[in-house]
């Protein structure tokens, strides 16, 4: 199975950067999901790293690296509507379930 | 494309009841995904169907249910309602097992 720690809480201010990191241990690591939550909503996908390295995708950034067991999320020019709770997720090469961590409520503030 | 709908949005039953939760997945899918999502609790799976099999189950008591129907739409089955099953029950979907989920929004379920 999957063992995966994230910060509970982060806060940070609107215009600024925040990292999320995430580790992980799983006995068959098939690739590395982070997800948004708004409050009362489904999780929506925001990247998926397999491979080693950096992945961009407009102000979101995620980075992975298998032999640590760590990923982190990189939220740059921070706006209000960013604050959201933020899941990292594992899959597993043999099922192929997602196992979510516990997810990091990231609010911005003014 | 219409994406994953899931109904009721809201559901409210007694201790003690069944209750049952619908899922249809985004058409072409044929994996779909069962987690409960706790308040303050990370997303917990719950079950996995595939062309109409159950592939997986997570760490939950046989009172909870499920399948999945020619058509890959899905129901999951609460019996013997306990308060700690109220939750958000979320239904993904995805194209193969490969592939990432799409969620739907959920059902909120709340055992009185």
């Known amino acids: 199975g999957q063992n995966i720690d994230q910060p509970t809480e982060m806060t940070a201010t609107e215009g600024a950067i925040v990292q999320i990191n995430c580790t992980y241990q799983t006995s068959g690591f098939n690739g590395l999901f982070w997800y948004q939550q708004h409050a009362g909503e489904a999780p929506t996908f925001l990247s998926y790293n397999v491979l080693d390295g950096l992945e961009e995708k407009g102000r979101f950034s995620s980075f992975l690296s298998r032999s640590k067991g760590y990923s982190y999320l990189l939220l740059k020019e921070l706006q209000m509507k960013d604050s959201a709770s933020y899941l990292c997720a594992v899959r597993d090469k043999n099922d192929y379930k997602l196992s979510f961590g516990a997810g990091t409520t990231v609010t911005v503030r003014a | 494309e219409a994406g994953v709908t899931q109904s009721p949005t809201h559901l409210i039953k007694t201790r003690g009841q069944q209750a049952t939760l619908r899922c249809s997945p985004i058409?072409?899918?044929?994996?779909v995904y069962w987690y409960q999502q706790a308040l303050g609790l990370g997303l917990q799976f719950l079950l996995w169907?595939?062309?109409?099999?159950?592939?997986n189950r997570g760490n939950f008591p046989p009172r909870f249910s499920g399948r999945q129907f020619p058509n890959y739409s899905s129901e999951l089955n609460v019996n013997a309602l306990e308060l700690e099953d109220s939750a958000l029950y979320l239904c993904?979907?995805?194209?193969?097992?490969?592939?990432?989920?799409?969620f739907g929004s959920g059902t909120r379920l709340t055992v009185v």
């Open positions: 058409s072409g899918h044929t994996s």
């Open positions: 169907y595939d062309e109409g099999e159950e592939r």
């Open positions: 993904a979907s995805s194209l193969t097992a490969n592939y990432g989920y799409t």
